[in-house]
């Protein structure tokens, strides 16, 4: 395994999109996202359309954070920002013919919980007003264990989100302080406890590998710790390293974080804990229980990934609201600007507030349902315009990650560590323009 890891440990995306965003060629204006927005509703919208919601504030910095955030300690910024988010999301409507049927909403950040419960109830419940709901919606958000009270959790509960996600990262007080990232397990187990006891039915938990001074010991005290408490999901990221991007991340050096092959170990140690507490390997670093939604849609199938990461929904209208937000109509994607105060002066202006945008070629979409079947279900199947992809699946075959049979490309189970590998094979835009370094995190 070693071997592999040094052998395949490349620069590399989480494809949660296709393009990436670094390969966006911004073919993309306002009155061209206006039609691909109308013509996605008209064929997408009897079905449900998923909602993004991107709330930016935290009152400190993480340092190991690679999100789109605002630090303050201000919060009379809550009222201002969700009123430029209902700006925003009127300028969606004016362009829809009828009533959005909404599937799926998610709040992300930021820290959703910065802003009080009761702006929140107001942001959602003014959103709600204007839509229809499907039978079985699934509305979810992420919230900070040292500042989700319990009033976040009943108002957002009276509005519908049965599902909620914790960001845990360590428990371990070195690997906390170095990267400003503070919470106790007591904290942990009484939020979980309250949502239990209102009654959210899947409790997702991030954990995240190769941080700084984490070590074997300390990240099993901690998965023991997290699973004792049974969530229904748990996520376990890999530490992505760019402070070219995120200064923050230059608190720390290089030298204090695992090398490549002692990172894979602490995946491999937290992946042995998982599946002996009867936690099933989802996909790429999701691990889900046997009665969570999300096992059941990678058992029957229907597994979806998209900008928001692994969801039990595959809709095809995604709208995203708020600074850095992407939305995608399935046949193009656009990136809302992602200074605050930028994207509320375009908003107030009257305009989508896109900075970055891209259509999909046919090429593009076929290639995006092939990388789409990698990440979700471990397989897809190629003709005979993929002769250059089989090439390239040589080395994989040789080290038996995956096996082709006829035109069916099947991962195995040795293979799903690489899987970002894998789907590189497929990436025309990736081998265009071999990005030079410092653009992507590393696949190990």
């Not at 302080?177 to 239990?196: C, G, H, L, P």
């Not at 900008?307 to 193009?332: E, H, P, Q, R, V």
Request: glycine share 4%; with cysteine; aromatic share 12%.
């Amino acid at each position: 395994m070693n071997k592999l890891i040094e052998k395949y440990n490349v620069a590399a995306p989480r494809y949660t999109s296709y393009p990436t965003v670094p390969y966006w060629d911004n073919n993309l204006n306002e009155e061209k996202w206006i039609n691909h927005i109308k013509n996605a509703f008209i064929k997408h919208n009897e079905k449900g359309i998923s909602l993004y919601i991107h709330l930016p504030y935290c009152e400190s910095l993480c340092t190991y954070c690679a999100c789109n955030t605002r630090i303050t300690v201000n919060h009379k910024v809550e009222l201002p920002y969700i009123e430029t988010l209902l700006k925003e999301w009127q300028l969606y409507l004016v362009q829809f013919p009828n009533k959005p049927l909404i599937k799926e909403i998610h709040l992300g950040g930021g820290t959703p919980t910065f802003f009080s419960s009761e702006n929140l109830s107001y942001l959602l419940k003014s959103i709600l007003s204007t839509v229809d709901v499907c039978s079985k919606p699934d509305f979810s958000f992420e919230g900070h264990p040292s500042n989700t009270k319990k009033e976040h959790l009943q108002a957002l509960y009276n509005l519908g989100f049965k599902r909620v996600s914790f960001g845990i990262q360590d428990f371990d007080e070195k690997v906390q302080d170095t990267i400003n990232r503070y919470q106790s397990f007591e904290e942990v187990e009484k939020v979980m406890d309250d949502a239990r006891e209102i009654g959210y039915t899947s409790i997702n938990v991030d954990l995240v590998y190769g941080l700084p001074y984490q070590t074997i010991n300390s990240i099993k005290n901690t998965i023991t710790k997290i699973i004792s408490l049974h969530p229904e999901r748990i996520a376990f990221y890999s530490y992505a390293h760019v402070p070219w991007l995120k200064p923050g991340q230059r608190k720390y050096e290089e030298k204090d974080l695992p090398t490549n092959t002692y990172k894979r170990n602490l995946y491999e140690a937290g992946k042995e804990l998982f599946i002996n507490a009867g936690y099933s390997d989802i996909g790429m670093d999701h691990f889900a229980l046997k009665n969570d939604a999300l096992f059941t849609a990678f058992n029957n199938g229907s597994l979806h990934r998209n900008f928001m990461g692994y969801t039990t929904n595959t809709t095809k209208l995604l709208i995203g609201l708020g600074c850095s937000s992407i939305s995608d109509s399935w046949d193009a994607f656009a990136q809302n600007i992602k200074s605050v105060e930028e994207y509320q002066k375009s908003v107030e202006q009257g305009h989508f507030p896109i900075f970055k945008g891209h259509s999909l070629s046919e090429e593009d979409l076929a290639i995006r349902q092939h990388i789409l079947n990698l990440m979700c279900k471990h397989q897809t199947f190629i003709d005979s315009n993929y002769t250059d992809v089989k090439d390239k699946f040589i080395e994989f075959i040789k080290d038996d990650l995956l096996e082709v049979i006829d035109n069916k490309i099947q991962i195995k189970e040795a293979g799903k560590p690489f899987l970002r590998n894998i789907c590189l094979a497929f990436d025309k835009q990736y081998w265009k323009n071999v990005p030079k370094e410092n653009t992507f995190s590393t696949t190990a």
